[in-house]
């Protein structure tokens, strides 16, 4: 860095992994100069200066770092990004992560788009958009930092909004665990029933499996309307698949937090994700349903009790004994990993090497998390008719530094949800939200006057009511490759919006890209924060298998991309390189029969 400073970032555009090189003195070629002057000509636009969300954070953070400035969007021309600057004296050429490149297209399409002679409120809803739901790179250290303050509190036993819950697993899987077992996985909008065998060697050999979805009426009902549903689906299940009434062990995921007083015992803390079930918080819940299952005759027997973070990790564990995290990105947020006993200052039972921590991060409070904001920064000037000098000594204006990480569709979902104040991080994140997060936000005045008229009107009707856009929709639209956005417009219309222009669409898609990049880069602050509690040695190449299940990280596009560029934002690009996101599929119930194996 030059004494005033300044850093040119120029990227490579086609590999994902290039060789740093910095170049220690002056460069000025003239492909610099003349993107240069590219830029210079950006600034005048009006999206030139706005906030860069997700992909271009990397960019902007290295910006940010020496200007203090709103992030600029640094536009690509040919291959080369570069900052505005007239006196270069260092250029540091640094990966860009595959999604970064994909996301710019976008951000460029939705540009185009802009016409800065007539109407601006296409370019007002962008701006609102980028704005809310931006989260640049010095705001996701920042938060790392808190998620870890809590972390630890909540390893001591201080009060803090993650639970950090021992599980009693202390020993790691082998892969060599054998026998037959029943695993349970109740966590969402299904319940299965599954009956397999571990075979030794990582192999789990043919598994019996049922799905039984429950209904509202079920998960708002109370203990014995829950857990009797759960007892009649697995009599079902056992007279269908297993001929009968056999015996046999049991391993239940339960994914929802739970102070765990055994392995195959634990009482429930709170209902989350839209259940509501009364007299089950603070009961134990392997009593309720082995008095339910018991009632029937059935004669299963709980061996192991885990939240289905923990099942996922160690059904992965099975085969790939380096993994040390289970994480869930459906329809809610978790994660697990393997702890130092040494840490686990609240641990009243006997001394132990290691155990596996359900960290519940899904409610990490965001609520109290504030982000740097520049006094005065983009547009205040005008939002307050240019008087900066006057804002700064009146203090009937408003003079905040900071502001929440959480926006005002996110205070709005809270506020709506039968939890509030609880899982906020989980509201920013999972599938059951990354929906209702779209439609508050497309409908809010702001963004919902940059569409054309009809589709204005056909918004409001078809998402009136809460949950009506889906997320499945959001990740529809995301997945479209056609020019013209036509695959978008046909899913748009089967959820009662067909008056789309291709600028509506590509505004719908920003939308989309704005909360799902959010999302990922959250989650992977959450990875990222977790490995660095685990001490782990990124720098020497330690290889970090991360099992991930759910939905989202299946299924949406470039979720994992986007992911894997905030761990690289967040740990460098060099270690990052020996994080491997796998995806665990439908391992938690495996898992808990793994553990059921371990406990032996
Ligand atoms: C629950 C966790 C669970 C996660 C993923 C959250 O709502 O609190 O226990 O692991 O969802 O299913």
């Not at 003079?399 to 959480?406: A, G, I, L, S």
């Not at 899913?491 to 222009?501: F, I």
């Not at 761990?567 to 491997?580: P, R």
Request: hydrophobic fraction near 40%.
């Amino acid at each position: 860095m030059n004494c005033d400073g300044r850093i040119i970032t120029i990227t490579s555009d086609s590999t994902p992994t290039p060789t740093p090189t910095p170049t220690p003195t002056p460069r000025r070629d003239a492909d610099a100069d003349d993107a240069m002057q590219f830029v210079r000509n950006l600034r005048r636009a009006p999206l030139g200066r706005l906030a860069a969300a997700g992909s271009a954070a990397a960019a902007a953070a290295t910006l940010s770092s020496h200007a203090d400035a709103e992030p600029l969007n640094l536009t690509k021309r040919g291959s080369v990004m570069v900052a505005p600057s007239d006196s270069i004296t260092e250029v540091v050429i640094q990966a860009r992560p595959v999604s970064q490149h994909i996301e710019e297209q976008q951000r460029e399409l939705a540009d185009s788009y802009a016409d800065f002679s007539g109407d601006c409120s296409y370019e007002k809803a962008l701006r609102a958009l980028r704005s809310a739901f931006k989260l640049p790179s010095a705001e996701l250290s920042r938060l790392s930092m808190h998620f870890r303050r809590e972390a630890i509190k909540g390893l001591e036993g201080a009060p803090s909004s993650m639970q950090m819950i021992p599980t009693f697993v202390t020993k790691r899987v082998t892969g060599d665990e054998k026998g037959d077992f029943y695993a349970l996985d109740l966590g969402g909008t299904n319940f299965r029933v599954l009956r397999l065998s571990l075979e030794g060697g990582g192999k789990v050999g043919a598994v019996k499996q049922a799905k039984f979805t429950i209904s509202e009426a079920t998960k708002t009902s109370d203990a014995a309307g829950l857990f009797g549903f759960l007892a009649d689906s697995i009599a079902t299940f056992l007279a269908k698949e297993c001929g009968g009434n056999p015996s046999g062990d049991l391993g239940f995921t339960f994914s929802f937090p739970v102070t765990q007083t055994a392995i195959n015992a634990g009482t429930l803390v709170m209902w989350n994700k839209g259940f509501t079930a009364a007299g089950v918080v603070d009961h134990d819940v392997v009593e309720l349903l082995q008095t339910q299952l018991s009632s029937r005759g059935i004669n299963l027997k709980v061996k192991a009790l885990a939240n289905d973070t923990v099942g996922t990790m160690e059904a992965a564990a099975y085969a790939y004994p380096d993994t040390t995290m289970g994480v869930i990105l459906g329809t809610g947020t978790n994660a697990a990993y393997i702890e130092k006993g040494s840490k686990l200052g609240k641990w009243k039972g006997p001394p132990c090497d290691e155990m596996v921590i359900n960290t519940e991060w899904g409610n990490l409070d965001m609520t109290s998390v504030r982000r740097a904001r520049k006094f005065g920064g983009a547009n205040s000037a005008a939002r307050f008719g240019g008087a900066t000098r006057a804002i700064r000594t009146d203090r009937t204006a408003p003079p905040r530094r900071t502001r929440q990480v959480m926006n005002a569709t996110d205070h709005f979902i809270d506020g709506a949800s039968t939890n509030p104040g609880k899982q906020t991080f989980e509201k920013m994140v999972s599938g059951m939200y990354l929906g209702e997060i779209c439609r508050v936000a497309v409908l809010s005045p702001e963004v919902l006057s940059g569409f054309s008229a009809g589709c204005q009107a056909e918004l409001r009707a078809a998402f009136a009511g809460s949950g009506a856009l889906k997320s499945a929709l959001m990740s529809a639209i995301e997945a479209d490759d056609t020019a013209e956005l036509s695959k978008a417009g046909a899913a748009l219309a089967k959820a009662g919006v067909s008056s789309t222009t291709v600028r509506d669409r590509v505004l719908l898609r920003e939308a989309a890209v704005n909360i799902s990049s959010r999302a990922a880069r959250l989650s992977a602050m959450g990875v990222a924060s977790l490995l660095q509690l685990q001490e782990w040695d990124g720098a020497a190449g330690q290889p970090a298998t991360v099992a991930v299940d759910g939905s989202v990280f299946e299924l949406y596009p470039r979720f994992k991309e986007r992911m894997e560029g905030g761990i690289a934002e967040l740990l460098g690009v060099e270690a990052a390189k020996s994080v491997k996101l796998v995806l665990a599929k439908d391992g938690s119930g495996i898992g808990a029969s793994i553990i059921a194996a371990v406990a032996e």
